[in-house]
Every structure is written in structure tokens, then in C-alpha cells.
């Protein structure tokens, strides 16, 4: 059996808790991620399910425990660590008056990128949609989850790199 230190960890999670009103809803869970694995999320209503990914990017504070992402400690450096990853809500939160380049320049000034940053990144990021002819498409005139790859749009990865 191979022993895992926190430092490999994409995610390092040590008796991670979040309360509301003196209730526990997620109560003194621990786990690592290594880098290259996937992880779901699997229990009953109320278990914790949306309120640990909600901590894990830094939108909930735990109440108390230790949280580590990409070696951020979380939430005191949850902006950092958020430009680093894409996350896709479940719910939509792109603003459907605007066009699929307006979402994608919003979004990029949400994670901090410059202008020219951001408008060198449309490119390859509508590519890598396959939304190169709907680029001036509204968001709801788009199909099912084509806008999907959209909330990923704000991440450090520069045109074309990758992390692995």
C-alpha cells in the first residue's frame, strides 16, 4: 500500500465541517485527490453532496477543519486557486442576453485576465467548443449544454498548454 502525503494531493481535506444554525451538514470529512483521479460525490438528500464541491472552490467557508486545493489553503487563497481551475455549475449562470464572445470576455474579467489575454484565449477556447460559427449566437440560442465549455473559459491554462 502506497501512503499519500497531503503535498501530492490535488485536494487535501482534513476533518472538513460546515454547519447552519448548529446543524452539521457536512461533518468532519477527510479525503485526498491525487492528481489524475476523479472522485464523485454519491449520498442521500442532505448529506453534504452540494455544500463540500460549494467549499472545495472556495463559495462556502467550512466551519471549521483544513482545505487545501492545487496547495491553496482554502478559503484564504480560494481567488488564487480559482483561477487555476474550471468549474461548471449546475446551474446556468451565463447571461443569456449576451452573446457566446461577450460570456466568454465577462468571464475571463471575473478570473482576473487582462483584455488582450482574453481575447487571445477566444480562439482556441471557441475551438476547443466547437462554437466557432456561433459566435454571436445568444446563449440561449445555443443547443443542450453547448455553452457548457464556457464556464471553464477562466482558467490559467494558456491557448493550447496543459497541466498534465
Same mark, same amino acid.
Given at each position: 500500500?502506497?501512503?499519500?502525503?497531503? @503535498?501530492?494531493?490535488?485536494?487535501?481535506?482534513?476533518?472538513?465541517?460546515? @454547519?447552519?444554525?448548529?446543524?452539521?451538514?457536512?461533518?468532519?470529512?477527510?479525503?485526498?485527490?491525487?492528481?489524475?483521479?476523479?472522485?464523485?460525490?454519491?449520498?442521500?438528500?442532505?448529506?453534504?453532496?452540494?455544500?463540500?464541491? /460549494?467549499?472545495?472552490?472556495? /463559495?462556502?467557508?467550512?466551519?471549521?477543519?483544513?482545505?487545501?486545493?492545487?496547495?491553496?489553503?482554502?478559503?484564504?487563497?480560494?481567488?488564487?486557486?480559482?483561477?487555476?481551475?474550471?468549474?461548471?455549475?449546475?446551474?446556468?449562470?451565463?447571461?443569456?442576453?449576451?452573446?457566446?464572445?461577450?460570456?466568454?470576455?465577462?468571464?475571463?474579467?471575473?478570473?482576473?485576465?487582462?483584455?488582450?489575454?482574453? /481575447?487571445?484565449?477566444?480562439?482556441?477556447?471557441?475551438?476547443?467548443?466547437?462554437?466557432?460559427?456561433?459566435?454571436?449566437?445568444?446563449?440561449?440560442?445555443?443547443?443542450?449544454?453547448?455553452?457548457?465549455?464556457?464556464?471553464? @473559459?477562466?482558467?490559467?491554462?494558456?491557448?493550447?498548454?496543459?497541466?498534465?
Amino acid at each position: 500500500m502506497t501512503v499519500m502525503h497531503m @503535498s501530492d494531493a490535488v485536494i487535501f481535506a482534513s476533518q472538513l465541517t460546515k @454547519s447552519y444554525g448548529g446543524m452539521s451538514v457536512v461533518d468532519y470529512v477527510s479525503f485526498l485527490i491525487p492528481r489524475g483521479e476523479l472522485c464523485g460525490i454519491l449520498g442521500p438528500n442532505g448529506a453534504g453532496k452540494t455544500t463540500t464541491p /460549494n467549499m472545495l472552490v472556495g /463559495n462556502v467557508p467550512p466551519t471549521a477543519g483544513r482545505l487545501r486545493v492545487l496547495g491553496f489553503s482554502i478559503p484564504a487563497r480560494a481567488r488564487q486557486m480559482r483561477l487555476r481551475i474550471g468549474v461548471v455549475p449546475q446551474e446556468d449562470n451565463l447571461d443569456p442576453d449576451f452573446t457566446v464572445i461577450e460570456n466568454l470576455k465577462v468571464y475571463g474579467q471575473h478570473f482576473g485576465l487582462k483584455r488582450a489575454e482574453i /481575447n487571445a484565449r477566444i480562439p482556441f477556447l471557441l475551438s476547443l467548443a466547437a462554437l466557432e460559427d456561433k459566435t454571436h449566437y445568444r446563449i440561449n440560442q445555443l443547443w443542450g449544454d453547448e455553452a457548457a465549455p464556457i464556464h471553464c @473559459s477562466g482558467t490559467d491554462q494558456p491557448a493550447g498548454t496543459s497541466n498534465s
